[in-house]
Antibody, heavy 118, light 107 residues
């Protein structure tokens, strides 16, 4: 069965960087793009970025351009999302997600809480 | 970026009610739309993909319709476990934007 397992919660200071991992299993890693979505406390869902694990091409929301970097390691079927120059507004739960059989995220990681606080 | 506007933002209803949530796109997106249900502290759960296809394991009281710019999610007879927040998301073009959410509460 498809599983997306994310790394644990992080606490960072403003200006620092955070790198969150998402380890995939139960399918061919290079066959599906991986996406990242975040949710600030009490707020809605926000699409951030995607990576094609096959060729490592990426697409980032303009809001995060220059601050977010997505990479992948095909040997461990893991995708990484790094967000730099953190500010308090980046405090959120970060999810990795993958499409299912159609246009919709049928599979989600459990979420990683990133807290930015001085 | 394509904007999605959901209405209403919140909704009070009773068990057994029929409920409709609307999602309007700022430009045509064909049928590239999904609906999710989210409960507090949980990841979103896919209900509908490709605008009208029911995800496996999702009860048949959930249905989706629409194409182009106007879409609806309908719950035919609300059950206690359906009280949650619902989101639409477009897959027509990056960034894959979400609607702002509709919070469905018990009346």
């Amino acid at each position: 069965q498809v599983q997306l397992v994310q790394s644990g919660a992080e606490v960072k200071k403003p200006g620092a960087s955070v790198k969150v991992s998402c380890k995939a299993s139960g399918y061919t890693f290079t066959s599906y793009y991986m996406h990242w979505v975040r949710q600030a406390p009490g707020q809605g869902l926000e699409w951030m970025a995607m990576i094609n694990p096959s060729g490592s091409s990426t697409s980032y929301a303009q809001k995060f351009q220059g601050r977010v970097t997505m990479t992948r390691d095909t040997s461990t079927s893991t995708v990484y999302m790094e967000l730099s120059s953190l500010r308090s507004e980046d405090t959120a739960v970060y999810y990795c997600a993958r499409r299912g059989s159609g246009k919709g995220y049928g599979y989600w990681g459990q979420g990683t809480l990133v807290t930015v606080s001085s | 970026a394509i904007q999605l506007t959901q209405s209403p933002s919140s909704l009070s209803a009773s068990v057994g009610d029929r409920v409709t949530i609307t999602c309007r796109a700022s430009q045509g997106i064909s049928s590239a739309l999904a609906w999710y249900q989210q409960k507090p502290g949980r990841a979103p759960k896919l209900l509908i993909y490709d605008a009208s296809s029911l995800e496996s394991g999702v009860p048949s009281r959930f249905s989706g319709s629409g194409s182009g710019t106007d879409f609806t999610l309908t719950i035919s007879s609300l059950q206690p476990e359906d009280f949650a927040t619902y989101y639409c998301q477009q897959f027509n073009s990056y960034p894959y934007t979400f609607g702002q959410g509709t919070k469905l509460e018990i009346k």
